[in-house]
């Protein structure tokens, strides 16, 4: 039986490692931390206290990786809080999202009744241009230079799907992709909280703001997998490392061995196919097979020798944006913090940070010129809520994402002070809307896009292992020429959220690349 290394145990790693066991194969995953999941884990930050270490929402994970790893079989708890998204107001009218649009188009007649109508022809359009867009990214990119019968195929289907979509939602979808969602959200709404917290989604993560061109296609993108404007907020009991536990049990389960404190140093190149690895402690795995869930970046240009590959294919590789922006605060608190004109239960979900698109483009501002925004746009949430299992009784866990912050500071500032004005900027904006927020606050932690390179193996810091730009997605994710999964060098793989779909807890590029290395590596 050939074996297959996989190195990294991240969901998509687990996904690949899953479906590769099923299909016969005998995958080891390698994984450098103690603990598998990569971004998808849940740690303790303090004493009794465990936070979503990174990711804090799950989204959407595809139901057919659910089904076929049998995740609620192996007690995996999908939590789905309903409103899935509150935009704080400091005056007291925060914007609820509910689950239901009709409910949601309701709040948001109270502040304009021109606005509520236009929220639900919104997600409609949404929804449509989601049910053309989800097959595109359920496939292998299309080969350009050599299409085969499967591509033509596909390319004919998409091309159905889009004369079905009509003239208005076509003329949509071609001219929504390449605007700023700035422009977008203000072409449809008049509220500067719901334009805010709509084009929100499609800066998340991302080294862009509102007004970049192009940041209409990362709202897509998402809507993709799951259209409601707010995004995802589902998570599960015992936060994302429980599903990622699971995940790691139904490989293991199909057959693949999983190795952590394992970390890959090389991939062996003999005769220039991929023929193992060379682990940390100088030991070699020999393998048919090599694939990597490690971002595109560390795997090419650090993993393999560069005389290993091409210079064109190199230098492409260099020109691949993976600058992180995100920095993550999680913090423990003595008691349940009072967000002004939040119930607890609209606390379940998600909370949104950033009045409206002008702070969100001044909090980008800073990140170009290497400086951490003094007034951070935040996307929150408060997991004890749903979960009081990750804290002591009668306390709570907040996880805040904040952008933005530079992977590189300006001046050479030291990351512990750096550190310390995340923390002091993140509380005078959750201040606004939670008055007294500070005095709950038992212990804070603090991750840098630094510490999500070192740590988690992020390089650049970027949450989706390289920026989801019009010019990095589909056919060009990674790299133009290198969409299906395969590398230059024969028998290297990558099943990352480098590849396409692309980066989120959707499983989409691990189950993606199984099907195409499986495929390959029969032929
Ligand atoms: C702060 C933050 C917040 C986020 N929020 C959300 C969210 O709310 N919702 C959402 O859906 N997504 C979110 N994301 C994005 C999402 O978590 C990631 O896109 C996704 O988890 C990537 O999964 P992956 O399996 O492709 O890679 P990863 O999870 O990055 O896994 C890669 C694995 O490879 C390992 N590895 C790397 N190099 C080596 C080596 N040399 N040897 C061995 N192992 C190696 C790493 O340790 C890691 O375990 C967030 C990400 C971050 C960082």
Not at 491 to 502: D, R, S
Request: proline fraction near 7%.
């Amino acid at each position: 039986m050939s074996r297959v290394v996989i190195i990294g145990a991240g969901h998509n790693g687990l996904t690949t490692a899953f479906y590769l066991a099923r299909a016969g194969l005998k995958p080891v995953v390698l994984e450098r931390r103690a603990i598998v999941g990569g971004a998808a884990t849940t740690e303790e930050i303090a004493p009794g206290f465990r936070a979503p270490s990174l990711a804090h929402a799950i989204g959407q994970l595809r139901s057919s990786v659910v089904r076929d790893m049998r995740l609620e079989s192996r007690g995996v708890e999908f939590i789905r809080p309903d409103p899935r998204l509150v935009a704080l107001d400091a005056t007291g009218t925060p914007l609820v999202f509910s689950i239901d649009h009709d409910k949601t188009a309701e709040a948001i007649r109270r502040v304009s009744p021109r606005d509520a109508p236009k929220y639900v022809e919104f997600c409609n359009a949404l929804t449509r241009l989601s049910n053309f867009l989800a097959p595109l990214l359920a496939a292998t990119p299309p080969s350009l230079d050599t299409p085969d019968r499967a591509d033509v195929w596909e390319l004919v289907k998409a091309g159905a799907r889009f004369r079905g979509l009509g003239k208005k939602d076509g003329y949509r979808l071609l001219r929504w992709g390449p605007m700023p969602v700035a422009d977008l959200v203000s072409e449809w709404f008049e509220t500067d909280l719901l334009r805010a917290a709509i084009a929100a989604r499609g800066i998340f993560g991302s080294a862009q703001g509102p007004r970049s061109a192009g940041t209409a296609a990362l709202l897509l993108l998402n809507a993709a997998t799951d259209p409601a404007p707010g995004g995802s907020s589902i998570t599960v009991e015992g936060g994302p490392g429980a599903l990622t536990g699971a995940m790691a049990d139904a490989a293991r389960e199909a057959g693949a061995e999983i190795r952590v404190n394992a970390g890959v140093s090389r991939v062996v190149v003999r005769d220039g196919r991929a023929a193992g690895i060379v682990l940390e402690d100088g030991s070699e795995i020999t393998a048919t097979a090599v694939i990597s869930n490690a971002d595109p970046r560390r795997t090419l240009l650090t993993l393999i020798d560069p005389l290993d590959l091409d210079p064109v294919f190199l230098s492409r590789m260099r020109n691949y944006r993976s600058r992180g922006t995100l920095a993550k605060v999680n913090l423990a608190l003595g008691a349940l913090p009072a967000f002004t004109g939040v119930t607890s239960n609209d606390m379940r979900g998600r909370l949104h940070v950033g009045r409206d698109v002008d702070y969100l483009e001044r909090a980008f501002d800073a990140s170009k010129y290497g400086e951490i925004s003094a007034e951070p746009y935040l996307d929150v949430a408060v997991p004890t809520l749903s979960d009081p299992s990750l804290a002591p009784r009668g306390k709570h866990v907040l996880s805040a994402c904040v952008q933005f912050v530079p992977y590189r500071l300006a001046g050479g500032r030291a990351w512990p002070i750096a550190k310390a004005e995340i923390l002091s900027n993140v509380m005078r904006a959750l201040d606004t809307y939670a008055p007294g927020i500070e005095s709950l606050v038992e212990h804070a932690q603090v991750l840098s896009p630094i510490d999500l390179e070192e740590t988690y193996g992020l390089t650049g810091g970027h949450i989706s292992h390289g920026e989801q730009s019009l010019d990095q997605l589909f056919t060009m994710r990674p790299v133009l020429g290198w969409s299906r999964y395969q590398t230059p060098i024969p028998g290297l793989y990558l099943c990352g959220a480098g590849t396409h779909p692309g980066g989120g807890i959707t499983a989409g590029s691990g189950q993606n690349a199984a099907r195409a290395i499986l495929k390959h590596l029969k032929s």
